[in-house]
């Protein structure tokens, strides 16, 4: 202790806190400065592997946009195909569609024709007349006729002669009676 304080007679004990206090202040100066540039040299490892990873998405551009390219012609490709068969598919539904009303269209011209030879027939309905719901019944059916495209010698031959038969409504009893006792 005595070399000591030979060797530090001269300087006073504030003198050694300054001293002290200097290197304190040293000490938390270069790990402040430290930290600074260890967190600097972080944030530019940071940076620099984020510019590589922008860098090698903009190298990859040019690869997934022909991938773009080949997906959207898949797509158009498989949109084409798809447009091809619906309309095939619509075709056929046209068709059927067309057929069927045909068929429906057939049928009611016979159920017409056949009411139109009984109801015209001088030997069936001497009367030559119809009930009020026989009418409406015929008429709603010739309107079904007329909507399935029905046309031709319907309206030249038979409207005009189931026009000209009587209508008797239904809240004429005895007439209504005597009209279904002269049928056979």
Same mark, same amino acid.
């Given at each position: 202790?005595?070399?000591?304080?030979?060797?530090?007679?001269?300087?006073?004990?504030?003198?050694?806190?300054?001293?002290?206090?200097?290197?304190?202040?040293?000490?938390?100066?270069?790990?402040?400065?430290?930290?600074?540039?260890?967190?600097?040299?972080?944030?530019?490892?940071?940076?620099?592997?984020?510019?590589?990873?922008?860098?090698?998405?903009?190298?990859?551009?040019?690869?997934?946009?022909?991938?773009?390219?080949?997906?959207?012609?898949?797509?158009?490709?498989?949109?084409? /195909?798809?447009?091809?068969?619906?309309?095939?598919?619509?075709?056929?539904?046209? %068709? =059927?569609? !067309?057929?069927?009303? @045909? +068929?429906?269209?057939?049928?009611?011209?016979?159920?017409?024709?056949?009411?139109?030879?009984?109801?015209?027939?001088?030997?069936?309905?001497?009367?030559?007349?119809?009930?009020?719901?026989?009418?409406?019944?015929?008429?709603?059916?010739?309107?079904?006729?007329?909507?399935?495209?029905?046309?031709?010698?319907?309206?030249?031959?038979?409207?005009? /002669?189931?026009?000209?038969?009587?209508?008797?409504?239904?809240?004429?009893?005895? %007439? =209504?009676? !005597?009209?279904?006792? @002269? +049928?056979?």
């Amino acid at each position: 202790m005595e070399y000591l304080i030979k060797l530090l007679g001269d300087y006073s004990i504030g003198w050694a806190i300054t001293l002290i206090a200097a290197l304190v202040f040293l000490w938390l100066c270069y790990r402040k400065v430290e930290k600074y540039f260890s967190d600097k040299a972080i944030h530019e490892k940071e940076k620099n592997e984020q510019f590589k990873e922008v860098m090698n998405q903009v190298n990859m551009y040019p690869k997934w946009h022909e991938q773009s390219i080949e997906i959207q012609q898949q797509f158009n490709k498989s949109i084409a /195909e798809l447009k091809d068969g619906m309309e095939r598919h619509q075709k056929q539904l046209e %068709k =059927i569609e !067309e057929e069927s009303t @045909s +068929r429906e269209r057939s049928k009611l011209r016979d159920r017409l024709l056949q009411s139109h030879r009984y109801f015209t027939s001088a030997e069936k309905n001497p009367l030559r007349a119809w009930s009020e719901m026989e009418a409406d019944a015929f008429w709603s059916m010739f309107e079904e006729y007329e909507n399935a495209g029905g046309n031709g010698h319907m309206h030249s031959c038979v409207q005009p /002669e189931m026009r000209a038969l009587e209508v008797i409504p239904m809240h004429e009893d005895t %007439k =209504i009676a !005597e009209l279904m006792g @002269s +049928r056979k």
